[in-house]
């Protein structure tokens, strides 16, 4: 065993502990976040934001795959049916009537919620949180540093506010970012397993635009064709389990909400996230300007993904750009999505020269506790949100990261 190794192993374990001020004020506020998991049913918005019920968002992925296999699929392509199907099917449950909650995943998410159909409503939101964390768990575990506890890094994921929200609506953040983690892990090892994972992430079209871009910069080509296989697949399992005509009527609506979206899905959807978009017309830009500033976004985010799997940046680091930038050219997150900003954060802090200053730790502390002041439509403060991913980026595409950066 080389001792000088060991011991340098060690005092970067101790200098990755989070110094008191940052870490007890940080573990109360997920604290607080969890307990109003824990008393949204009985007392909905008592002590917080108001969720209405648990799994909001898990009762559109339930609907909509129980309608399918009802013989319904015409209903899910239509916003304002599908929604008072919901509010029918889950009166027992809701606190009060959803407002608007259409369906606009493709048909490819059905696949993954197939499994978890049988289960009924409740026992299904349970398992698919269960499930996906567990599998985030498994892609935390195999990115982890020998230098750095992999529990420290499952806790930093899995407990942040941001993952407790996810919890609470319902939603699959968990899923992304362990197809995310997961796949890049295994490029170097397994490319074609990598790209098959990574093809996977087309179940939330807004969280894949980057992924060919990342394979063509690495000329990972093995993986690029992987991947491609992998949601061409998907496509057509989908299309022969619940019929093509899913994919003729989705295709056309995506299209046109791209292009012009309705006027409940920006008030209803894209105005309480926290994209580049919604955070420029709530800081007052108009809507064309708003989009074309999103537009800056994506083209920025594609350049930094290009810088940085070109350049000699480890895995690890070379992720956390790829989890910053997805987040920033996203059209449309949610407060659960910054999971995917913790994780590309703890992975920066491991690729810096130990000791790390009290404002590398700060930042990664405002990056955690930026959920609880979402959405930006409520807290002004939040407007500022996409300029936490673009800090990330900056900071990790800057020269002289560390040399442990250029590890695994």
Request: aromatic letters at 12%; charged letters at 10%.
């Amino acid at each position: 065993m080389d001792l000088a190794h060991g011991g340098d192993s060690f005092r970067h374990r101790d200098a990755l502990r989070p110094p008191a001020i940052v870490l007890v004020p940080g573990l109360l506020m997920a604290f607080y976040v969890w307990l109003n998991l824990l008393t949204t049913i009985p007392y909905p918005g008592r002590i917080g934001l108001d969720y209405n019920t648990l799994g909001t968002d898990w009762m559109v992925f339930y609907g909509a795959i129980r309608a399918v296999l009802d013989g319904n699929a015409p209903l899910i392509f239509d916003g304002d049916r599908f929604t008072d199907f919901l509010n029918t099917s889950f009166a027992g449950w809701l606190s009060k009537p959803l407002e608007f909650r259409p369906w606009a995943y493709p048909p490819s998410f059905l696949l993954i919620l197939l499994p978890f159909a049988p289960l009924g409503f409740f026992g299904s939101y349970v398992a698919f949180q269960v499930v996906t964390g567990a599998l985030l768990a498994l892609a935390l575990r195999s990115s982890a540093a020998a230098a750095v506890p992999s529990s420290a890094l499952l806790v930093a994921a899995l407990a942040c506010p941001a993952s407790a929200i996810n919890a609470i609506d319902g939603q699959a953040v968990f899923l992304v970012a362990a197809l995310i983690v997961g796949g890049f892990g295994l490029l170097e090892r397994r490319p074609y397993l990598g790209g098959l994972v990574l093809g996977l992430l087309t179940f939330k079209p807004q969280f894949c635009i980057l992924v060919p871009i990342a394979l063509m910069a690495a000329g990972q080509w093995r993986a690029f064709l992987a991947s491609g296989l992998s949601a061409l697949a998907m496509m057509i399992a989908s299309g022969l389990i619940f019929g093509w005509d899913l994919w003729v009527r989705w295709i056309p609506l995506i299209l046109e909400n791209l292009i012009s979206p309705s006027e409940k899905w920006i008030e209803f959807g894209r105005m309480w996230g926290h994209s580049v978009y919604t955070c420029a017309v709530l800081l007052g830009a108009p809507e064309r300007l708003a989009s074309w500033i999103q537009l800056l976004a994506i083209l920025g985010a594609a350049a930094s993904v290009v810088i940085a799997f070109r350049s000699r940046l480890g895995t690890r680091e070379k992720t956390a750009v790829f989890l910053a930038a997805t987040v920033l050219a996203a059209p449309h997150s949610g407060p659960y999505d910054v999971t995917l900003l913790v994780i590309a954060a703890a992975f920066w802090l491991m690729s810096r020269a130990a000791p790390l200053p009290l404002w590398c730790w700060t930042l990664a502390f405002m990056i955690w506790l930026l959920p609880m002041l979402s959405p930006p439509l409520i807290f002004p403060v939040a407007r500022i949100a996409p300029l936490f991913p673009v800090m990330l980026i900056v900071l990790l595409l800057r020269p002289g990261v560390s040399a442990s950066a250029h590890g695994r």
